[in-house]
């Protein structure tokens, strides 16, 4: 009876170290992937996104205007077949694009 309870508890300590190597080879490996992380990481530049209201609004109206613009490109892409309309609209769009964004959001 003895032998068969040191049997058992042997195979338990047993599992057990096999649980604990298993679960220090993942915190080994997860630390190395911190740490691998971090190095890149460290290298880049911090980007932080502005919060709150007048930056989500500034965001929305960014989007619009670059939304209307590419609308309209396309739209000309569709309708006029010719390489030097679609470009001379492209251009025209680029250099008027700070006006619409005036003309549709003044402050």
């Known amino acids: 009876m003895s032998k068969e ?3 058992r508890r042997e195979a338990r300590e047993r599992e057990a170290a096999v649980r604990t190597a298993a679960r220090a080879a993942e915190t080994e490996r997860r630390e190395r992937h911190a740490a691998r992380r971090r190095a890149v ?3 880049l530049p ?4 502005p919060t709150g209201v007048l930056a989500a609004r500034r965001r929305r109206q960014n989007a619009t205007t670059i939304a209307l613009l590419v609308a309209l490109n396309v739209l ?3 309708v006029f077949p010719e ?4 470009a001379f609209v492209l251009c025209v769009s680029l250099l008027a694009a700070p006006v619409l964004h005036t003309l549709l959001f003044r402050r």
């Not at 911090?46 to 996104?49: A, L």
């Not at 390489?83 to 679609?86: E, K, L, P, Y």
């Open 83 to 86: 390489w030097s309309v679609r």
């Open 46 to 49: 911090r980007r932080s996104r």
């Open 5 to 7: 309870r040191a049997r």
């Open 41 to 43: 990481t460290s290298r």
């Open 76 to 78: 000309v892409f569709v």
